[in-house]
């Protein structure tokens, strides 16, 4: 288990909510063929006024520019991508786009940027930015990580290797320009073996790395540390988390607007293989390199009796920690999912609604299962106001859990969950909207059906304050769909 998560999309959250959230209108871009078995695709952003999505497959790698009616305008070939590179991010701007990507060359793995402008024309690179052993970043499986502000004018790739209690990461900071600012290579040690999460950055180039001691058969942390260096810096400046002998696990953490502080949220077990008991409510001070205002907030009876287990104790076992949203009062709003995976030797062929699209012979089946989303939310004072469900059940095998899930959107009014509701044979998009009350209502986006295709919400992006796009498949081809609300 992977105590800290942090999101590819960065929800920059005001949680002063003013009215709920309705969907206007849903406009589809055309199909293109595509092998969703080998292909890979991704919601890049807008620039200029255009969308940009990516496809990849054995043909290549593309950018297609759809105009605000999803008709496609462009299709750039990004012939600078070779057919082994992985990795890749998008970060786009309001006329340019940096693309990052990764190649295994022998035993090592290099990273590389480029820069295109709004057009999707080259205007830098692509320039090698670092390069590691393999065997440095875990593998070949091993990936170099990326953190970005939240004015995308610090940029910064890591690679973490870890031995026993020594970490050692290698950081480099870039500008939003492709300048290389500086690489250093920190190492930090523990007194137990050592794990990491996701760094994230600040506008004045600060990043910190989550690190903590995973412990017990659950793997949950019995030590935590923010480990912090500026790109001026060779040194990390390692921070522990006052636990005061409690265990952690799924905790995530978000920086706020202004970059000064780090929120902190997460579930405990006062023992190091026992139920989780409540979250933890925390910000570090990045000026003074401080943890505030630590507290922990216990499960009511309520809440417990409010999952429908037949065990209270263990309600809360299987959730997971998605998303933190920072409030304007300084509290925030942690939402979690119950989740969990499980293998068994029987196997019925073509169970579920998604299973044309991973028809297996195995006689051993992953299965996958999302179940509902909690919201809790906690005022400045880490004073618990209130916390609600959303109500969902979702199933299915050997897919990844690509159709589940969900994806949340932010629009300043409300936040939005938007997730399938399917069964054995039929399925519908559904938009749960919660209010700062935690008052939720549900909406159906699409009906059963059988012309629709099948949306992949969390693999969706918020491209702009009112607008969120979506991959769907629909057998052997791809196409995105944009709701406006």
Same mark, same amino acid.
């Given at each position: 288990?992977?105590?800290?998560?942090?999101?590819?999309?960065?929800?920059?959250?005001?949680?002063?909510?003013?009215?709920?959230?309705?969907?206007?209108?849903?406009?589809?871009?055309?199909?293109?063929?595509?092998?969703?078995?080998?292909?890979?695709? +991704?919601?890049?952003?807008?620039?200029?006024? $255009?969308?940009?999505?990516?496809?990849?497959?054995?043909?290549?790698?593309?950018?297609?520019?759809?105009?605000?009616?999803?008709?496609?305008?462009?299709?750039?070939?990004?012939?600078?991508?070779?057919?082994?590179?992985?990795?890749?991010?998008?970060?786009?701007?309001?006329?340019?786009?940096?693309?990052?990507?990764?190649?295994?060359?022998?035993?090592?793995?290099?990273?590389? &940027?480029?820069?295109?402008?709004?057009?999707?024309?080259?205007?830098?690179?692509?320039?090698?930015?670092?390069?590691?052993?393999?065997?440095?970043?875990?593998?070949?499986?091993?990936?170099?990580?990326? /953190?970005?502000?939240?004015?995308?004018?610090?940029?910064?790739?890591?690679?973490?290797?870890?031995?026993?209690?020594?970490?050692?990461?290698?950081? +480099?900071?870039?500008?939003?320009?492709? %300048?290389?600012?500086?690489?250093?290579? &920190?190492?930090?040690? /523990?007194?137990?073996?050592?794990?990491?999460?996701?760094?994230?950055? %600040?506008?004045?180039?600060?990043?910190?790395?989550?690190?903590?001691?995973?412990?017990?058969?659950?793997?949950?942390?019995?030590?935590?540390?923010?480990?912090?260096?500026?790109?001026?810096?060779?040194?990390?400046?390692?921070?522990?988390?006052?636990?005061?002998?409690?265990?952690?696990?799924?905790?995530?953490?978000?920086?706020?607007?202004?970059?000064?502080?780090?929120?902190?949220?997460?579930?405990?077990?006062?023992?190091?293989? *026992?139920?989780?008991?409540?979250?933890?409510?925390?910000?570090?001070?990045? &000026?003074?390199?401080?943890?505030?205002?630590?507290?922990?907030?216990?499960?009511?009876?309520?809440?417990?009796? /409010? +999952? *429908? #287990?037949?065990?209270?104790?263990? &309600?809360?076992?299987?959730?997971?920690?998605?998303?933190?949203?920072?409030?304007?009062?300084?509290?925030?709003?942690?939402?979690? #999912?119950?989740?969990?995976?499980?293998?068994?030797?029987?196997?019925?062929?073509?169970? *579920?609604?998604?299973?044309?699209?991973?028809?297996?012979?195995?006689?051993?089946?992953?299965?996958?299962?999302?179940?509902?989303?909690?919201?809790?939310?906690?005022?400045?004072?880490?004073?618990?106001?209130?916390?609600?469900?959303?109500?969902?059940?979702?199933?299915?095998?050997?897919?990844?859990? $690509?159709?589940?899930?969900?994806? $949340?959107?932010?629009?300043?009014?409300?936040?939005?969950?938007?997730? %399938?509701?399917?069964?054995?044979?039929?399925?519908?998009?559904?938009?749960?909207?919660?209010?700062? %009350?935690?008052?939720?209502?549900?909406?159906?986006?699409?009906?059963?059906?059988?012309?629709?295709?099948?949306?992949?919400?969390?693999?969706?992006?918020?491209?702009?304050?009112?607008?969120?796009?979506?991959?769907?498949?629909?057998?052997?081809?791809?196409?995105?769909?944009?709701?406006?609300?």
């Amino acid at each position: 288990m992977n105590p800290y998560r942090i999101p590819a999309l960065v929800i920059l959250a005001v949680i002063f909510f003013l009215s709920p959230v309705h969907a206007q209108q849903i406009t589809y871009s055309p199909y293109e063929k595509f092998d969703f078995r080998t292909g890979e695709f +991704t919601v890049a952003g807008k620039v200029g006024g $255009l969308l940009y999505v990516y496809r990849g497959s054995a043909e290549g790698y593309y950018l297609d520019a759809y105009n605000d009616a999803m008709q496609k305008q462009a299709t750039v070939i990004l012939d600078f991508l070779p057919r082994r590179s992985f990795g890749t991010r998008f970060i786009t701007y309001s006329d340019k786009i940096i693309v990052l990507h990764q190649v295994t060359e022998s035993s090592r793995v290099v990273q590389y &940027a480029t820069l295109l402008d709004g057009k999707g024309r080259i205007q830098k690179g692509p320039l090698q930015v670092d390069e590691a052993k393999s065997a440095f970043l875990g593998g070949r499986s091993g990936l170099y990580n990326y /953190a970005v502000s939240h004015d995308k004018r610090q940029i910064v790739v890591y690679g973490v290797h870890t031995k026993g209690a020594e970490l050692t990461a290698r950081i +480099t900071w870039l500008d939003d320009q492709l %300048n290389v600012k500086n690489t250093v290579e &920190a190492p930090f040690s /523990a007194d137990n073996d050592i794990a990491f999460g996701e760094a994230v950055v %600040n506008d004045a180039g600060q990043l910190l790395l989550p690190a903590y001691t995973p412990y017990g058969a659950r793997d949950y942390a019995d030590r935590v540390w923010l480990l912090g260096i500026g790109e001026d810096n060779k040194q990390f400046y390692p921070v522990e988390l006052p636990l005061n002998n409690i265990f952690t696990a799924g905790t995530y953490m978000e920086m706020s607007l202004t970059g000064d502080r780090v929120y902190i949220g997460g579930f405990y077990s006062d023992r190091k293989n *026992g139920n989780f008991e409540g979250i933890i409510y925390t910000y570090y001070d990045v &000026a003074e390199k401080a943890f505030k205002g630590f507290k922990t907030i216990v499960f009511s009876e309520r809440i417990r009796n /409010a +999952t *429908g #287990e037949r065990n209270p104790k263990r &309600a809360f076992n299987d959730f997971q920690v998605r998303q933190l949203i920072v409030r304007n009062d300084g509290g925030f709003v942690m939402i979690a #999912e119950d989740f969990f995976i499980t293998t068994r030797n029987n196997y019925n062929q073509g169970f *579920g609604y998604y299973s044309w699209y991973y028809p297996t012979m195995s006689a051993s089946i992953r299965e996958y299962n999302y179940g509902d989303i909690l919201a809790i939310s906690c005022n400045g004072e880490g004073q618990p106001e209130w916390a609600e469900f959303i109500r969902k059940l979702q199933y299915s095998q050997e897919d990844g859990g $690509l159709f589940s899930s969900y994806a $949340l959107i932010n629009t300043g009014g409300a936040l939005g969950f938007l997730f %399938n509701d399917f069964n054995t044979s039929r399925s519908k998009i559904q938009l749960a909207s919660m209010d700062a %009350n935690g008052k939720i209502s549900v909406n159906s986006l699409t009906g059963y059906n059988n012309e629709d295709p099948d949306w992949l919400p969390k693999s969706g992006k918020q491209v702009s304050a009112k607008e969120f796009v979506v991959p769907c498949l629909k057998r052997n081809q791809i196409c995105f769909a944009k709701v406006v609300f």
